[in-house]
């Protein structure tokens, strides 16, 4: 299996700040990378996918970057509606997903 | 409007089977891959498995293949999982999801049912 390691496990914000959230894939998965978002009670929705593509609908706010191993998401002017937790999935090989991380706002 | 509403949850107690249920909607399912992942309480999400349209082609996590079973009815527009040997580990909120197909992440997901294992 290819593992994911998320980070941070937690993240805690101001309105209008920047946020990072990283994903580090134990081997090479070619730009494999999703990003999810969750809300509480809610089921995930698609953010990101191919680690840079915009998923229709979602916030050009919203981006994700990355090669190789290591790939991040980027929320740019924060905003109360991005409370949720993200997670980050590989489908370069049978599909593993990162830990999560909780975002709150400060 | 897509809809995915999973169905067929509940208590269950170790041991025994459990066949999950996924109707769909607002969309052409004949088209779409579809899969299952669940999330235990609390937790992180997990892959299960996923089936072609005709299904042809159904792929499972490897630690989850045994215990498993994904099939459709395309004439039913429903999807299902059969689930066997349940556990306590097996506790958690078991969600569908759809893909255009394989090798892409699922981009429309039910609101899930809840599976709780417990004697």
């Known amino acids: 299996d290819i593992q994911m390691t998320q980070s941070p496990a937690s993240l805690s914000a101001s309105l209008g700040e920047t946020v990072t959230i990283e994903c580090r894939a134990s081997?090479?998965?070619?730009?494999?990378l999703a990003w999810y978002q969750q809300k509480p009670g809610k089921s995930p929705q698609l953010l990101i996918y191919?680690?840079?593509s915009l998923h229709t609908g979602v916030p050009s706010r919203f981006s994700g970057s990355g090669s190789g191993t290591q790939y991040s998401l980027k929320i740019n002017s924060l905003q109360s509606e991005d409370v949720a937790s993200y997670f980050c999935?590989?489908?370069?090989?049978?599909?593993?997903f990162g830990s999560g991380t909780k975002l709150e706002i400060k | 409007e897509v809809k995915l509403v999973e169905s067929g949850g509940g208590l269950v107690q170790p041991g025994r089977s459990l066949k999950l249920s996924c109707a769909a909607s607002g969309f052409s399912f004949n088209d779409y891959w579809m899969g299952w992942v669940r999330q235990a309480p609390g937790k992180g999400l997990e892959w299960i498995g996923e089936i072609n349209q005709d299904s042809s082609t159904i792929n499972y996590t490897p630690s989850l293949k045994d215990k498993f079973t994904i099939s459709r009815d395309n004439a039913q527009n429903t999807l299902y999982l059969q689930m066997s040997k349940l556990g306590s580990e097996d506790t958690a909120i078991y969600y569908c999801?759809?893909?255009?197909?394989?090798?892409?992440?699922?981009?429309?997901w039910g609101q899930g049912v809840m599976v709780t294992v417990s004697s």
């Open positions: 081997e090479d998965i070619y730009n494999g």
């Open positions: 999935q590989q489908y370069y090989n049978y599909p593993t």
């Open positions: 999801a759809r893909a255009r197909k394989t090798q892409i992440p699922f981009d429309y």
């Open positions: 191919n680690a840079n």
